[in-house]
């Protein structure tokens, strides 16, 4: 089945305690993203990456690292996390030229106290 | 600056009807507007999407139309059923193919 799957669903953590979240995709899709959704904000782009090791910052990339060290996978680094960055994370991942947009994950609600 | 609006947070319709959905946009540099419909405790998934070059698309129940003079689109879904009941959020493409996404409008619809 084609799919977009993070790791985990559900998280808590402490603040400044290092966490990744992972997203790895089967579909051989150049692109891949990380959104975050906030109540009242929509969806907003973090970080977004166009293949292998090539990545750039989105609309609100403080606080997140990102690698593409394999075209699957694209996890999400909170170095240190803080309790603004408590957040539900998608990833997603496209086909180059593929014009319906991102195949979305089932998202990880990240609580950070 | 939000480039892509949706300025109602929510919708009410009763089963049968058609429910329209909205939504703005600033950059005129956009080729591509897609609809994500999301359920709790899902991700997004992709509804319909209309290029630039077209001013309508129809995808059985659902219509996007686009104004571009008016930078301005909307979703019917025709008939509307409970079943569609879920956010939609409306997205425009930029470059690098990346999607800017609207706060969503939360439809609901009574049986």
């Known amino acids: 089945e084609a799919q977009v799957t993070q790791n985990p669903r559900y998280l808590i953590t402490v603040t400044g305690k290092k966490l990744t979240v992972t997203c790895s995709q089967n579909?051989?899709?150049?692109?891949m993203s990380w959104y975050r959704q906030d109540p009242g904000l929509g969806l907003r782009q973090i970080y977004y990456?166009?293949?292998?090791?090539?990545?750039d910052k989105g609309d609100v990339p403080e606080g997140y690292k990102v690698s593409r060290k394999e075209k699957r996978n694209f996890p999400l680094i909170l170095e240190s996390p803080s309790p603004n960055q408590t957040s539900l994370y998608f990833c997603?991942?496209?086909?180059?030229?593929?014009?319906?947009?991102?195949?979305f994950g089932s998202g990880t609600r990240l609580t950070v106290v | 600056d939000q480039q892509v609006k949706q300025n109602s947070p929510s919708l009410s319709v009763q089963e049968g009807r058609i429910s329209i959905l909205n939504c703005d946009y600033t950059?005129?540099?956009?080729?591509?507007f897609l609809w994500y419909k999301k359920y709790p405790a899902e991700g997004p998934t992709f509804l319909i999407s209309i290029s630039s070059i077209k001013d309508k698309n129809e995808d059985g129940r659902f219509t996007v139309f686009l104004n571009k003079s008016a930078k301005h689109l909307s979703l019917h879904i025709v008939p509307s059923q409970p079943g569609d009941s879920a956010v939609y959020f409306c997205a425009a493409r930029r470059s690098q193919g990346n999607l800017i996404f609207g706060k969503g409008t939360k439809l609901s619809v009574k049986p």
């Open positions: 997603a991942s496209r086909a180059q030229g593929m014009d319906y947009g991102y195949t």
């Open positions: 579909m051989n899709h150049e692109y």
């Open positions: 950059n005129s540099m956009f080729d591509y």
């Open positions: 990456s166009m293949n292998v090791e090539v990545t």
